[in-house]
């Protein structure tokens, strides 16, 4: 069995700059301290995140008490949302419309089809070669809502909203034989974003 904690980021600071190098903002950095105190008993042998910046720092304070190196990957990355608001004036609406469709993006941007061919072999790579361990991933909501409903056959877009406003936001989730078999809440820290957060790809 491979036990993995997805760690979608704490709350970001979309006016630090351009994606992917959004830093938490100060909110979010003290909430990351929570997802250290999460963690800290677990077994866990490694830690990854995505190569944007968010997820680097939602672990940081973890990877300090537990004196293991973040290992950025590639492939897991929030989708890039494109120029959404030529489809519609609504945020939300485009990613009820994505959920839908899951073929539509808009230009510039990805599907979720799209953000389903890069990040799944990349987990499926993680649950192969730490089969019989615990680990830890940095990741991001859509992203972890494609993987979500990759593995759960029942898994619906009101499963992913539940935890749209949890930033920080932790879920174990155990693999069997490459199978889902299991999940559990570990945090959940109810934050909106910032008001200028409808920008490309901040989920």
Known sequence: MTRIHFVRHAQPDPSGGHNPVFPLTPVGRRDSQAVAWVLEDKDISVIYASEYIRTFQTLE????SSHMPINVIKGIHERVSGRWNELTDNYSRYIVMQWNDPTLK???GESLDDVRARCMPVIRELIEKHDGEEIAVGIHGMTLGIILREFIDDFTYADFAEFVNMLPYVLCVDFE???YAGSSVELAVRRGYPLNYMMDGVR
């Open 61 to 64: 304070y973890y990877s300090m």
């Open 106 to 108: 808009a230009e510039g």
């Open 177 to 179: 034989d490459g199978r």
